[in-house]
């Protein structure tokens, strides 16, 4: 999920957690299937919902930011 999904989302009405919780699942999914050769088997770190919802509170204040100015 980019930045400008996130966005989109948010400005459709999706709550900040929703969108936290979307991104964490997408996120993790991407790692699972990456870590599944054995090549790249200790690649990448699965992540929280506490990190999850860290980053899409970021772009979302940034956005918020770049509004007020």
């Known amino acids: ?10 400005r459709q009405g999706l709550s900040k957690q929703l ?22 088997r200790h690649d990448g770190k699965l992540i929280t919902r506490y990190e999850a919802l860290s980053y ?3 772009i979302i204040y940034n956005e918020l930011k770049k509004k007020n100015l």
Do not use: F, G, P
């Not at 969108?19 to 790249?40: D, F, P």
């Open 1 to 10: 999920m980019t930045e400008k999904e996130i966005l989109i989302k948010w």
């Open 19 to 40: 969108l936290a919780k979307i991104y964490r699942r997408e996120y993790n999914q991407r790692i699972k299937i990456i870590r599944s050769s054995v090549r790249h």
């Open 56 to 58: 899409v509170e970021k």
